[in-house]
Each structure stands twice: as C-alpha cells, then as structure tokens.
C-alpha cells in the first residue's frame, strides 16, 4: 500500500524556495556584478573597440602600410640598464596585488607574443618601448595569431604573429576586424564554440592587453596619498580631492620619465624613477611588499625554473634510463660511474625545484599550491622525492620518475596554464586547509 504523507508547511516551504529561484533568475538579468552582466559587458566591449580602436591606430600617423616599409619606424632600443631599473618599480594589478613592473611586463608578453623576448628584447625592453613610441611598436608583429582561418582574414603570409595596426580596418571605415567575430563568439555557450571562436577570443584578449599597454591602463604606479588602500594611479591620470604637488606629480611624472628616456637623457629619467619608488614607499608604506620581496619575485621571473626544469629533467632522465638498461646487460665501471653522476644532476635539479617552491612561496606569502599551475608543479616535485626516496632499489625508478616530472612541468607550461601569481582568496587563508591540500596533492606524486 502507497502512502503520501501532506506535509502543508513542507508545501509551502518548497513553493517559497522556487519562488526565490525564479526571483533570482530574473535579478541576475538586470543587477549587475553578475555572470549575465559580465558577459553583456563583454558585448558592450567589442562593439565599442570601433571608436577605442580608431583612435588608438591615429598614433600609428597617416598610413600604415607605408610606414611598415621605412626603416625609420623601427623602435628605439631602451638600454638594459635603464629598463632593469624601471622595472624594479611596484604596480598593482587588476586583482589589487602590488608586484613589480617586470612581473606584468614578463606577463603580458607571455600572454600577447606567447614568447619571453621579442627580437632580441626582454619583455621590460618591449613594455617600456610600448609606452615611449606607440606608433612603432604599433607595427610590430607581435600579437600571436594561430588559427590558420585567422591568419588569412588577416592577410598573415609569414610567421604566426600580427601586428596591432593588422587588426584595424581604416579604409573602409569599419574599425577593429574582428569586431563581428568576437560578438558571435561570445554569443555562444563554451560548449558550442569551435575551435576558430576559441581563437577569436584568445586573440582578442591579446589585442586587449596591447591597447591596455598602449594607453597606459595596465600601469597603475602610483599610490593614492590619501588612501594606499584605494585603487592605484596610472600615467597622466587626472586626479582631485589632494594637495597640489602630489596632484601634479601623479598626472606629469611618467609623461615626463618618457620624455626624459626618448630624449637620451638618462640621468634625469633615473632620478624620475628614484622619485617614483619614494612616492610609492611613503604613500604605500603599509601595503607594499618590502624590497626583498621585490628582488625576490624579479630574480624568480629571470631564472624561469620551471620550465627550464621541464627540459633538463626529461633529458637528464632519457640519458639516465638508457644508461640503466645498458648496465643491466652489460656491467662496465664507467657505466656505473655514469649512472651515479646522472643520478646527483638529478638530486641537483630537485634542489632548484625545491627553491622555486620555496621562492614562489616567499614570494606570495602562500603555499604554492593554490591553482592548477601551482598544483602541477607541487606535483612533480612531489614525484622527483618519490623517485629520490625508493631510488635505492633501483636507479630506474628516479630516471622514470624524472621523465614524468618533465611531462607534469611541460603540461605545467601549456598555453592554458597561467603561471601567475595570484592573491589568494580570503576563505581559502586556513592553515588546516593548507596542510588537507598538501596532503591530497602530493599523494599524485607518489602513484
């Protein structure tokens, strides 16, 4: 026999819970802040690009296809010395994290060129160079274009990368060329995105970045003297509500430092930097990292251990099974010799692996193993100390174990892996969470 029990106030409990989810459905239409408003603002963006973009191509001057034929526009090489020093300088992200300018920089060409030099120049050389003479750098094929569809709507014949003036339509008046693309590609659900939306976007992000560079949006330098906790200054922007000098000394210091730098006047343009890291340690006192730090994440950026690692271990663990599989058939001293020297490169290349961990960790103030990039390379390390603690059966289990570490630390490096260091989210700051996550993730290091 059936029974349903009626549950009256159950009843009325169920019917005011869908009545509050389809109170939210609607709201989520029209407040904003919301997935609905992001993705709609997203819309707004691309259609807008005609207008941002127009005027950001007039700095390229009158006609771009003659000047990418005159020697005369390619850019001013900025001295290694003087790119260092500008760098070293303190900027706040669009997360609100303070890093140094050479982080973003290193970040943006990663993201824009996917390289970490371009032509012979470090990314504080292509930042910097950005900034002082738009209208060249403008014609620079640096944007990554992939898609072999994209590249012909492009006209791209060589090579796999566009240059910023390539993405502007000026004479038929239509403005940014992938304005139409970028809207039909936004307009469908992840899951219905070919491959070609995918690339769209991907290489839409870049242009982005590019005129975020140009215009001088993604250099947020100075702090905001009557709160370090609010919202950073970028160049020439106009501010009110403070005193005069500081006023003055926001809206004019970076126009001027480029000025300095364009004009070879190198001496004034270090003592505008000099003037810019004291703005920003009397004003940010409170907030900014301190000048270890500092050195700390440039020297980590520099020494890209990671994905150095990535490669040596994979090599160093090649040569090392081969010799193993030699010295079971055949017992010769130098082989046995061989083995063990491969074996301590190894051990040597955990201690570097070891200390970018320890770095990034510095670095942060966080253990670095809060993202899925951050994961991967937990992981391989993990999976080299597990090579390194049952190596003593068997040298073959430390070159297998190095071989698949590499695998994790190229993986790591794919271009859907951002390296990024990131704030972490205040629910997350737990130190049992911590220890649980740690826990978890390095048991893959071990299977």
Do not use: C
């Given at each position: 026999v059936l029974s349903v029990n009626h549950d009256a106030m159950g009843t009325w409990v169920t019917y005011f819970g869908y009545f509050l989810l389809t109170l939210g459905m609607l709201l989520a239409l029209f407040v904003p802040h919301t997935r609905f408003a992001f993705l709609g603002k997203l819309l707004r963006k691309s259609s807008q690009k005609t207008a941002i973009l127009l005027v950001a191509a007039l700095l390229a001057g009158?006609?771009?296809?003659?000047?990418?034929?005159?020697?005369?526009?390619?850019?001013?090489?900025?001295?290694?010395?003087?790119?260092?020093?500008?760098?070293?300088?303190?900027?706040?992200?669009?997360?609100?994290?303070?890093?140094?300018?050479n982080t973003l920089s290193n970040e943006m060409l990663r993201k824009v060129a996917r390289k970490s030099t371009f032509n012979g120049l470090n990314a504080d050389q292509v930042l910097m160079g950005m900034q002082l003479e738009p209208e060249k750098w403008q014609l620079q094929r640096m944007i990554k274009v992939s898609h072999p569809e994209l590249k012909k709507f492009l006209n791209i014949r060589e090579g796999s990368h566009a240059a910023f003036a390539d993405f502007l339509d000026m004479q038929k008046g239509s403005g940014y060329k992938l304005r139409d693309m970028v809207s039909q590609a936004y307009a469908k659900k992840p899951a219905e995105r070919s491959k070609f939306d995918n690339d769209v976007i991907k290489v839409d992000e870049r242009v982005n970045i590019s005129y975020l560079v140009y215009t001088g949006d993604l250099l947020?330098?100075?702090?905001?003297?009557?709160?370090?906790?609010?919202?950073?200054?970028?160049?020439?922007?106009?501010?009110?509500?403070?005193?005069?000098?500081?006023?003055?000394?926001?809206?004019?210091?970076?126009?001027?430092?480029?000025?300095?730098?364009?004009?070879?006047?190198y001496e004034q343009a270090s003592e505008l930097a000099q003037g810019i890291h004291n703005f920003q340690q009397r004003y940010g006192a409170d907030i900014v990292p301190s000048q270890s730090k500092v050195k700390a994440e440039i020297l980590y950026n520099k020494m890209g251990i990671f994905d150095r690692l990535g490669k040596y271990f994979g090599l160093v663990g090649m040569v090392l099974l081969v010799m193993v599989f030699v010295q079971i058939f055949k017992e010769r001293k130098w082989i046995n010799k061989s083995v063990?020297?491969?074996?301590?490169?190894?051990?040597?290349?955990?201690?570097?692996?070891?200390?970018?961990?320890?770095?990034?960790?510095?670095?942060?103030?966080?253990?670095?193993?809060?993202?899925?990039?951050?994961?991967?390379?937990?992981?391989?390390?993990?999976?080299?100390?597990?090579?390194?603690?049952?190596?003593?059966?068997?040298?073959?289990?430390?070159?297998?174990t190095s071989i698949l570490a590499s695998i994790i630390l190229m993986v790591a490096h794919l271009s859907w892996m951002d390296p990024e260091i990131t704030n972490l989210v205040p629910v997350l700051k737990s130190y049992w969470l911590t220890i649980h996550v740690s826990v978890i993730t390095a048991s893959y290091g071990f299977l």
């Open positions: 009158g006609s771009l296809t003659a000047q990418q034929h005159n020697h005369s526009m390619e850019p001013t090489v900025i001295p290694t010395e003087m790119a260092a020093e500008f760098s070293s300088l303190l900027v706040q992200d669009q997360d609100g994290r303070l890093k140094p300018l947020k330098i100075l702090p905001d003297p009557r709160d370090s906790h609010h919202p950073w200054f970028k160049p020439g922007e106009k501010v009110a509500g403070m005193e005069a000098n500081d006023s003055a000394f926001i809206t004019d210091v970076i126009p001027y430092y480029f000025m300095a730098l364009g004009a070879g006047n063990s020297v491969f074996y301590w490169i190894i051990v040597l290349f955990f201690i570097f692996q070891t200390l970018g961990l320890a770095i990034r960790w510095y670095i942060s103030g966080r253990a670095p193993w809060s993202n899925g990039y951050e994961s991967m390379i937990y992981i391989s390390w993990v999976t080299v100390l597990a090579g390194l603690i049952f190596s003593r059966k068997s040298p073959m289990t430390i070159a297998a």
